[in-house]
DNA sequence: AAATTAGCATCAGATTAAATTATGAAGCAA
DNA sequence: TTGCTTCATAATTTAATCTGATGCTAATTT
């Protein structure tokens, strides 16, 4: 029955569909730049192939069948996505985009920004802020900073930097409560992040055998830092993201008692994939700022 | 800079998509049934095309850059929907999907269906279900049998019938209540379907005063009917929905008091698709069946 | 009814795109 | 080094696609 079975070439497709959103083969021909006898060939060769008909014909006039419409809206999606990924891959040379959570964009990124810009003024590197696991290859994304205890299985991690966590506060918030030695935290309100077991963690390390407070689980890093700002309690800071408002006075941290985190910052990038030069430098900056 | 601004060729993107895939060139190749010549030429247009390095080149070996990888993976999703929607259209030929509510699916074209297959053994009729109203080309349906007020935009509308509303139940339920005139359903349980506002207007219709007492309202006609052949109540049962049940005495009409509905059966399709053999025969069946 | 018009089909030939073959170079492994 | 694999490039061939002329059909106008 058919000789030729289905494989038809996209071009066929691609002209098809046209002919059918124009409703026409001479209008399809126009917008395609090519005569109403290309289309018109390009239709009845894929009608013939698929052994299926896709127009109905009425001497001047033509007109999609049910089965022609649903395959021309199908394709046309697929078209439109193709010619988007496309433009958007002529667009995206020389661009970074550089996957974090929203915490250390906002405290760790953010503050380092300007210098990155001035060093690097060709390299367009956008973050992207969240707290999912990001797919690489799906979101557009070229790497990104972890918090976690690495590896990542299909990607390849590089340790940036440990870290220690400690109690953090508000000058006026440890004067207030009075906050002197490590006891007094029983009277503080204490705010619990995203690893809630380091407060008992913190405890131990400071000798402390009171049994330990509980308080508000906020979740997010950036909003429990936002919370100690606003005078609302204690939490256990990063020392990577509170080095900027420890610097500035905004924050201190009452007790030189520093807990070794379970997590590590990690640069991760997908494995398969090779790195252009302005990712290359964009990782020399990261590891750079990290030290 | 760049000359040829992109519009690159469908097959040039099929071929990269595939060299990425495969991690090769010579691999690709092999897939597509071409050479390793070819699909390196490809590629190499497509990139100076776009401006874009989409592999990395050393020596024996290419790897794909970030960019590269996520083209090759959003094209790769909309190759594998062109395929899908191209090899579906060659296998819907001869075949005609009618979308309705399940009530009319059960009550009233299931018991049709035998008498349609011995009529036109060679359609291959499809139903789809449903109580949304669908969307024509993106769900693959060719026409619906709507119950409503009509017309609908865009839509071409036949009416096929109007009908009857009147109350139902199983004659065990009659008895047991005790229904010998309208009045007497304040004793029953009255059962609510998708136009809560017919039992009033039954009741005026009927010349009865009372107030109308609530019931349970389940929503889906087909579940209500269900309910009344459990002999759970009465409800307001469609004329040519009950045709069946009341002919295989399954459920009496206990007054013979009809209130016209408000609305009617529709056979609904696309305006401005052409219609098959196929169609047409279905149609012009599901208009003698609505006589 | 005849003429006109718009739009599609079809054919032979022209043009362009794609693929092939042959060859060279770059990396990698023994 | 010597193979071995794999990609790049160039010249050539092949295949796909397009064109332009012409004929056809159905609808519309005269």
Redesign the interface.
């Known amino acids: 029955m058919s000789l030729n079975h289905?494989k038809?070439?996209?071009?066929a497709?691609?002209v098809f569909e046209s002919a059918a959103r124009m409703?026409g083969f001479t209008s399809a021909g126009n917008e395609l730049g090519i005569t109403q006898s290309a289309v018109s060939r390009q239709v009845g060769d894929l009608e013939a192939m698929?052994?299926?008909?896709?127009?109905?014909r009425r001497g001047a006039h033509v007109?999609?069948?049910?089965?022609?419409?649903?395959?021309a809206?199908?394709?046309a999606?697929?078209?439109k996505?193709?010619r988007?990924?496309?433009?958007?891959?002529?667009r995206?040379?020389g661009m970074v985009t550089l996957s974090m959570l929203p915490s250390v964009a906002a405290k760790w990124f953010a503050p380092r920004l300007g210098r990155f810009v001035t060093a690097h003024p060709q390299i367009d590197l956008r973050v992207s802020a969240s707290r999912h696991l990001v797919d690489?290859?799906?979101e557009?994304v070229?790497a990104a900073i972890r918090y976690g205890r690495g590896p990542w299985p299909g990607l390849a991690a590089q340790k940036l930097a440990t870290e220690t966590v400690s109690p953090v506060c508000t000058p006026f918030y440890a004067e207030q409560v009075g906050l002197n030695e490590p006891a007094d935290l029983i009277q503080a309100t204490l705010l619990y992040g995203d690893i809630p077991e380091d407060w008992e963690a913190w405890f131990a390390v400071a000798g402390c055998t009171e049994n330990v407070p509980p308080g508000p689980r906020l979740g997010d890093d950036a909003a429990i830092l936002q919370a100690v700002l606003d005078h609302q309690g204690v939490a256990l800071g990063r020392s990577r993201l509170i080095e900027d408002d420890l610097a500035s006075g905004k924050l201190v941290t009452p007790f030189d008692i520093r807990l070794s985190a379970s997590h590590a910052y990690w640069l991760v990038q997908?494995e398969?994939?090779?790195?252009?030069d302005a990712?290359l430098r964009v990782e020399d900056w990261v590891k750079a700022e990290f030290d």
Chains 1, 2 share one sequence.
Do not use: C, H, N
């Open positions: 289905y038809p070439s996209l071009r497709l691609e409703g698929l052994d299926v008909k896709l127009f109905q007109t999609v069948t049910p089965t022609g419409m649903r395959l809206e199908r394709l999606v697929a078209l996505d193709m988007a990924a496309v433009s958007e891959a002529a995206s040379d690489f290859g799906a557009g070229d997908p398969i994939v090779e790195k252009s990712m």
